[in-house]
């Protein structure tokens, strides 16, 4: 065997014996690939009846949301290890989804002929493969890429993964002659303690040292075995990816997450600095000098054929937002000061970062995407609403509030867009039902595939038993109140505990008290978007 293949045969028993958890990953996601691509001024194919690949699918995990939603599409996953493969395909038979083929094959064995893809996948890979299988991708993006396709990879990145590097370093020399999985990551936790406690205060690099060991050692076995202890791990600078890319015929459109590469969202100083030192440069030295700046460990890149990218964007046009449908994750929150504004409303997002307006106009925006997640709101919707506090625009200037209102969400993290509907109602449904195809994997009690709903979020599984007691029923054929009546049974002969940890069975407001929890329990399904 060439040493290439002994690296992959390496990889794939790595990942044979210690399989990474397959879980949905939401900024891969097609339709998430499709809007960004749409922001820079490129035309990415349609959805419903778009091609698919994913190299490295594990168990296809990252492939469910999509195929549930999207029956009519044609979707492939690949992946080395055939032992998370077969687990894939037995899921996927239970799931009863005919949509979507996994193969335990190498990417490197990929050829024209395997077929053209609207949207390539590739998530946790790139830079946990020899140089040899990563000049591969390209290939297979290059190739295997539809003319207006578009190709998404992860991978680590250099300036932010320097420290993470001495720590790798360090585990996989206290790892050395491990024979099997779980030894290795029993002496990779006793370094983790070591670094975490035993760094010494003149270590120029100790402060981050022992926040990254402290992290490591709360993360599950299989983070650390793959994400630190595999036998390669190789970072790179963002211009040497794009180089790259370019080498094979590439280019790079934007980040999945585009928000990241806007300097203003890192502060005024960092702003007034990148813009100052970066001044003259081209578009990918620019954003290499925002890595260093902010120390990036990681980047989501998507990549288009070369000859796509002459009409592309430099920077995201908002004006592209006209076209699309929106929500918001975002939640009311308490004023932050006792002598605040009446009219003023404070807004918290799900990553901690918080919106404070007295503006009427973005309020109403902000309430009605909140309010209609999961469900999206079209933009016409948008300029409904905000037109009753914009007396005096124009229409092109009441368009030009609305974006510059999504901007600010999305730079906090909370807006949600896509050129489609999302395929969910904003009000709870009379018959409510659960989305295509989680009630089944929940039932397979396997442990390699995540939950997800349908905006490729990843999901953990509900523990509590009146919430595990309604999903179970919610097929679509079970009025609210025949739900609430089998809740009330259940309550009513033990079966079920109130919340408070006491009996109710002889309550007599039985009644009351059930319909109390399955409101509850729905408003959290609602909010988890797993309700169709």
Not at 97 to 124: C, K, V, W
Not at 379 to 408: M, N
Not at 424 to 433: G, M
Not at 459 to 470: A, C, G, Q, S
Request: with cysteine; aromatic share 6%; net charge negative.
């Amino acid at each position: 065997m060439t040493e290439p293949d002994l690296l992959n045969q390496a990889i794939s028993n790595a990942y044979d014996e210690t399989p990474y958890v397959s879980n949905a990953i939401s900024h891969s996601a097609p339709g998430q690939l499709r809007a960004v691509a749409h922001l820079f001024g490129h035309a990415a194919p349609p959805l419903d009846q778009a091609r698919v690949l994913e190299i490295g699918c594990a168990a296809g995990g990252n492939l469910l949301p999509f195929a549930a939603a999207h029956p009519d599409a044609k979707i492939v996953g690949v992946d080395l290890s055939s032992a998370q493969v077969s687990e894939g395909r037995q899921v996927i038979e239970r799931l009863g989804l005919r949509n979507i083929e996994l193969l335990a094959m190498s990417l490197t064995d990929i050829t024209p002929d395997f077929g053209q893809f609207d949207y390539i996948i590739t998530h946790g890979v790139y830079s946990w493969i020899p140089a040899e299988v990563r000049e591969g991708l390209m290939r297979v993006c290059r190739e295997n890429l539809a003319p207006a396709g578009v190709a998404y990879i992860s991978y680590n990145t250099y300036p932010g993964w320097k420290v993470s590097e001495v720590v790798r370093d360090a585990l996989v020399l206290g790892t050395f002659g491990a024979s099997t999985s779980a030894e290795k990551l029993t002496k990779a936790r006793e370094i983790l303690s070591m670094l975490e406690h035993g760094t010494a205060e003149s270590n120029a690099q100790a402060i981050a040292i022992r926040h990254l060991a402290q992290h490591l050692r709360s993360q599950p076995n299989h983070y650390l075995q793959h994400e630190y202890l595999e036998a390669v791990n190789s970072p790179c600078y963002f211009l040497e990816f794009v180089a790259q890319a370019q080498q094979h015929g590439l280019a790079y459109l934007a980040d999945a997450m585009p928000e990241t590469s806007i300097s203003t969202n890192y502060g005024n100083h960092v702003a007034a600095h990148h813009q100052q030192v970066s001044q003259g440069f081209d578009r990918a030295v620019r954003e290499q000098f925002l890595d260093i700046a902010i120390g990036r460990q990681f980047r989501r890149s998507l990549l288009v054929h070369a000859e796509q990218a002459a009409n592309a964007l430099e920077q995201p046009e908002a004006s592209g937002f006209a076209d699309m449908h929106f929500t918001a994750l975002l939640d009311l929150a308490p004023s932050g000061a006792a002598d605040a504004p009446q009219d003023e409303h404070r807004y918290q997002g799900r990553t901690g970062k918080t919106l404070t307006t007295s503006d009427p106009g973005l309020i109403a925006l902000v309430d009605r995407l909140r309010l209609a997640w999961p469900a999206t709101v079209p933009f016409s919707e948008l300029r409904s609403l905000v037109r009753p506090h914009a007396a005096g625009l124009s229409e092109e200037d009441l368009d030009t509030t609305i974006y510059v209102h999504l901007v600010t969400l999305l730079n906090m993290g909370a807006l949600q867009y896509r050129l489609e509907p999302a395929p969910y109602q904003d009000k709870i449904s009379a018959k409510p039902r659960l989305i295509p195809g989680l009630a089944t994997l929940l039932a397979t009690q396997q442990t390699q595939l995540g939950a997800y709903n349908l905006w490729h979020q990843t999901l953990n599984p509900p523990t509590d038993e009146i919430i595990k007691f309604v999903m179970g029923r919610l097929d679509g054929k079970q009025t609210l109140v025949t739900l609430r009546n089998q809740l009330r049974t259940a309550l009513a002969a033990n079966k079920l505990r109130h919340p408070s940890g006491q009996s109710v069975k002889n309550a007599t407001n039985l009644d009351a008290i059930a319909q109390d929890l399955l409101k509850q329990v729905l408003a959290n399904l609602q909010k988890m978007a797993v309700l169709h």
